[in-house]
């Protein structure tokens, strides 16, 4: 998608600090930081939100996931998976996203 900010961040036409990156995920350091770590990972095909993943799209998911845990394993004290759905629980970005949160202690609830 042209106007889609991951998707240029995905195509490497907008600069990223890439943590990991595979055949269908990146992973990049968030350039506003709700956390000592923060990073968003997003498939590089470009899916609205959870909201819009489909039968076929479980190996991606696979992936994802993947890449959040290796990202969480060297955090110490815990880390925290998250995704927005809808403008209305936070969602700026319309392409499928998770946060990997770590790097100090999380409250709960988180919002």
Same mark, same amino acid.
């Given at each position: ?21 595979t ?9 506003? #930081?709700? $956390?000592?770590?923060? +990073? ?7 899916? &609205?939100?959870? @909201? ?16 959040a ?17 809808? #403008?209305? $629980?936070?969602?700026? +970005? ?7 949160? &770590?790097?100090? @202690? ?6």
């Open positions: 998608m042209a106007d889609c900010l991951f998707c240029s961040i995905a195509a490497g036409d907008i600069p990223a600090d890439v943590v990991i990156e055949d269908d995920v990146i992973a990049f350091n968030d350039i506003n #930081p709700a $956390a000592p770590t923060h +990073v968003l990972l997003i498939p590089k095909r470009h899916i &609205g939100s959870v @909201a819009e993943l489909e039968a076929g799209d479980s190996d991606l998911l696979a992936a994802l996931f993947e890449v845990t290796q990202i969480g394993r060297d955090l110490v004290g815990g880390w925290r998976l998250v995704t927005n759905v809808g #403008p209305d $629980a936070g969602q700026s +970005v319309f392409h499928l996203h998770f946060h990997v949160l &770590g790097g100090r @202690a999380l409250s709960w609830p988180p919002g």
